[in-house]
């Protein structure tokens, strides 16, 4: 498979709560609680029971290593069955601010060392 990442992901083992941003209301449908399994500056990977749709949007916060929240909006691009069942989720931000990809950039380099 053709690598497309634009960041290199790292891996990252925190929990993070989707909530689905629709056209028509801000916030609709529950939260969804997810198991991260890895993040970038451009996105993140995630494992979820939960049935999200491709190009869907969501609002989530992040709590990183440093136990700081991270808050950004994502779009679902990518999902794969897993054999134990559930779904495998690749998504790209498509809302962050420059602090909080600076923190990721920062793990990133102590995660190098």
């Not at 869907?56 to 897993?82: C, F, G, M, N, P």
Request: hydrophobic share 35%.
């Amino acid at each position: 498979m053709e690598e497309r990442r634009k960041h290199k992901r790292l891996d990252l083992e925190v929990m993070v709560e989707l909530e689905r941003l629709d056209e028509e209301s801000v916030t609709t449908l529950k939260y969804v609680h997810v198991e991260v399994t890895d993040i970038s500056r451009s996105g993140l990977g995630f494992k979820s029971k939960a049935d999200l749709e491709i190009g869907s949007y969501y609002d989530t916060r992040i709590q990183i290593w440093t136990k700081e929240v991270v808050d950004a909006v994502i779009e679902i691009v990518r999902r794969d069955a897993l054999p134990e069942g559930g779904y495998k989720y690749g998504c790209r931000f498509i809302g962050m601010t420059d602090t909080d990809a600076l923190k990721i950039d920062i793990y990133q380099i102590f995660n190098d060392l």
